[in-house]
């Protein structure tokens, strides 16, 4: 079991490099605009995430109303649990800079100014959707300002 646990979390941990390459490098291809409308990569990903999770256990019973509860979580996980969460994180993350590109595409927001917001996406996830918001909001402003 060892083994598939390595094997899936290097193929995820892995992969989406070349998911996200496809949205900073390739966001008006046929390709990465299907990905872009339907949750096909977080979907494939959420196989292997109720993979670990069963190869974990389980989640154990945990208390999510309270921080404590929450860190009982995090003490002492075993590494198909680890992988759970880090998944968990990467799919999400991933599903996200599609909306935030879908988004940006529809409002006529150039690919370069979306750059920072899906790296910030990629490595620091809701940082990512406060540059979003940010840019969103300061790109028309600058746009009609110049017309």
Known sequence: MKKMTEILFGLCNSGILLFWGMLLFLPKQRLT?????YPWVPAAMALCYSYFLIAAGGLPEIDFTSLEGISVLFSNPSPEAVAAGWIHYLAFDYWVGCSLLAQSQQRGIPHLWMI?????????GPVGVLLYVVTSQVYPLLKSKNA
């Not at 605009?33 to 409308?37: D, E, F, G, T």
């Not at 920072?116 to 620091?124: D, E, G, I, K, S």
Request: hydrophobic letters at 65%; charged letters at 5%; zero cysteines.
């Open 116 to 124: 920072l917001p899906l790296l910030a996406t990629f490595m620091l």
């Open 33 to 37: 605009q299907k990905l872009l409308h």
